[in-house]
């Protein structure tokens, strides 16, 4: 996987070039599907434009493939501006995080990938 790829999309986001950073993330391949880092950033695209919903959905599949500090972050933002405070710090804790996300998958049938046949 080319990650320059990814760091040129994550500074388009950051120079708020949003339209032309989803366009470079629509061009991706399917390997990048359970790319951790790809899938952060169309996280961070939700979330700027207050689609907090489909940025929490995408961070925990994110979760699935890999931990990322910056991935607990921006869910305890989320769930603050969703005025559920108390998990927003227990995501922020990096002590209380696992327990807390787990008991949330847990709640939200059809995030975890793993541990399920069809």
């Given at each position: 996987m080319d990650s320059s790829k990814l760091k040129s999309?994550?500074?388009l986001i950051n120079d708020k070039k949003l339209d032309q950073a989803q366009m470079e993330l629509s061009k991706l391949g399917p390997e990048f599907l359970?790319?951790?880092q790809y899938l952060y950033l169309r996280s961070?695209?939700?979330y700027i434009n207050k689609l907090y919903y489909l940025a929490l959905d995408t961070l925990l599949i994110a979760l699935e493939?890999?931990?990322n500090e910056k991935i607990y972050i921006l869910i305890s933002?989320?769930?603050k501006i969703l005025g559920n405070f108390e998990l927003s710090k227990?995501?922020?804790n990096p002590?209380?995080?696992i327990n807390a996300i787990t008991a949330l998958?847990?709640?939200l049938t059809g995030i975890s990938q793993k541990g399920y046949e069809i």
């Open positions: 999309i994550d500074k359970k790319n951790t961070k695209i939700f493939f890999g931990e933002k989320i769930y227990k995501v922020a002590e209380l995080r998958k847990n709640e």
